[in-house]
């Protein structure tokens, strides 16, 4: 509950204008989207700031808002300064810990936990298999931490009571994972991340929260991490951890009754499906997503599912099918982002609609019009994303090599080589690995490409 001391932000509430906090929300994901930043901002967190329970947004916060707002000062839109929020002495609220982006580790300065308990939590989230970790594992910097250490980091203490801290430390595992994988793939942060998700199901057993919006969270939070580590063996190769994982967030969305985590873990059951060569399923687990989303008030997440339901009827052969599925794809896109658009869902803009598409072509043997979304993915897709960049590059590598376009597939198979140092992903390298196989196989030793072939022989022996 927001103490007396709580000043309600009026300025803001006005910028807000006609727009539902929902709707706010969403404008401000997008503007973060503009400029790089990854903020996972809803309805609650806008709440929270116009009630005056937050005073000052934390820095990935600041710029947004600077930027959707220019010329304007943290003072204009309504908040403290920075330095008068600073500590603990400083704190006027009680009750909640911060939303999605706030805390220590994403820079807000109006907020401390003294709790000992949460505090512990939030290092065995926070560090344990996300931020330090991986920057370790990935050669990012940093001192690499002992195997002590971890097994330290990934042991919970004796739980009295599993409250909003320790449910919001969950939360913020997922999200760091998330732009960790979006920066640098899967291959180094699989095996760290299991231990926050070991974490969270053991706070989900220990079955000690006294709110139902509480355990709903938690169990949220606890299913999309269930479903971030999925994805990191998923991209590294590791199918059945994956699909184990993806089974273990269903059943979590089904006891809590969560729609949304229930599509999401379709559309990822889907995605490994269409990728482990069982199209039939990737289908059913597809439509069964359809299923699940129609409630939820996202035709980008529909969109999603359609793209998902093509990919599986590409792999079938149902090119009419495929068709028609890639049709509602495009036209639910086109509906464009909503309040009820997941926050996970920040990946899925028009560069990853043309992939997919790209993809659909792909697997029925129409490389050139595979080539031609696969141009405008990667011309569309935001330089930030690496992991996506190179992705998109190693499809279109691979279609335009098939295509008998053997100068630009090794052109661009050069592009993806340079960013082979900053992304770890067993899926690329395998593209392209098969994009390589391609042009050797090609009368004269596709001689237009026998640099980039040299090239990557040298980077593949050397991983």
């Known amino acids: 509950m927001v103490s007396t001391g709580a000043v309600p932000n009026l300025v803001f509430r006005q910028l807000r204008g006609q727009r539902s906090a929902g709707e706010f929300a969403a404008a401000v994901r997008r503007a973060a989207r503009e400029i790089g930043e990854q903020v996972a901002c809803d309805a609650r967190y806008i709440g929270r700031v116009e009630s005056g329970e937050i005073r000052c947004p934390n820095y990935a916060y600041e710029r947004v808002f600077l930027h959707m707002f220019p010329g304007a000062s943290l003072a204009d839109l309504g908040f403290s300064a920075r330095e008068s929020v600073r500590g603990r002495g400083a704190r006027t609220v009680s009750g909640p810990p911060p939303g999605p982006g706030d805390g220590p580790h994403g820079g807000t300065d109006d907020t401390d936990h003294t709790d000992e308990e949460s505090d512990v939590l939030r290092r065995v989230f926070m560090m344990s298999g996300t931020a330090t970790v991986a920057a370790a594992s990935l050669g990012l910097g940093g001192t690499p931490a002992s195997a002590a250490s971890l097994t330290s980091l990934a042991s919970l203490p004796a739980q009295r009571r599993v409250g909003e801290s320790e449910v ?53 939070g606890a299913g999309e991490l269930a479903i971030s580590v999925g994805w990191l ?31 999401h873990a379709f559309c990822n059951t889907s995605f490994l499906a269409r990728d482990a060569g069982r199209p039939r399923e990737a289908v059913r687990a597809a439509e069964a997503g359809q299923r699940a989303a129609r409630t939820l008030g996202s035709p980008r997440l529909l969109a999603l599912l359609a ?154 022996s050397a991983t």
């Open 168 to 220: 919001s430390a969950v939360e913020q595992a997922v999200r760091r994972i998330r732009v960790l994988d979006d920066r640098h793939g899967a291959d180094g942060l699989y095996r760290q991340a299991a231990r926050p998700l070991k974490a969270a199901y053991e706070l989900l057993d220990a079955g000690t929260t006294t709110r139902r919006a509480t355990a709903d969270r938690l169990h949220a």
């Open 233 to 263: 063996a998923h991209d590294s190769g590791r199918f059945d951890d994956a699909r184990s994982h993806y089974a273990e967030a269903l059943a979590t969305a089904r006891l809590a009754g969560d729609a949304g985590l229930e599509a």
């Open 307 to 460: 793209l998902r339901e093509a990919g599986g009827r590409a792999g079938l052969g149902d090119r009419t099918g495929c068709d028609r599925a890639i049709g509602r794809a495009r036209a639910a896109f086109e509906r464009g982002p909503a309040g009820g658009d997941p926050e996970w869902m920040s990946f899925f803009r028009e560069a990853e609609l043309e992939l997919l598409e790209a993809q659909c072509w792909s697997a029925l043997g129409d490389w050139s019009r595979a080539a031609r979304h696969g141009r405008r993915a990667a011309a569309l897709q935001d330089a930030h994303f690496t992991r996506n960049l190179a992705l998109y590059r190693a499809q279109l590598t691979g279609d335009l090599a098939r295509a008998g376009r053997v100068d630009e597939a090794a052109a661009t198979g050069h592009q993806v080589l340079d960013l082979l140092g900053r992304v770890q992903s067993s899926r690329i390298r395998g593209m392209l690995a098969g994009a390589a196989r391609v042009l050797e196989a090609r009368p004269g030793g596709a001689a237009g490409a026998a640099s980039f072939l040299t090239r990557h022989k040298e980077v593949a």
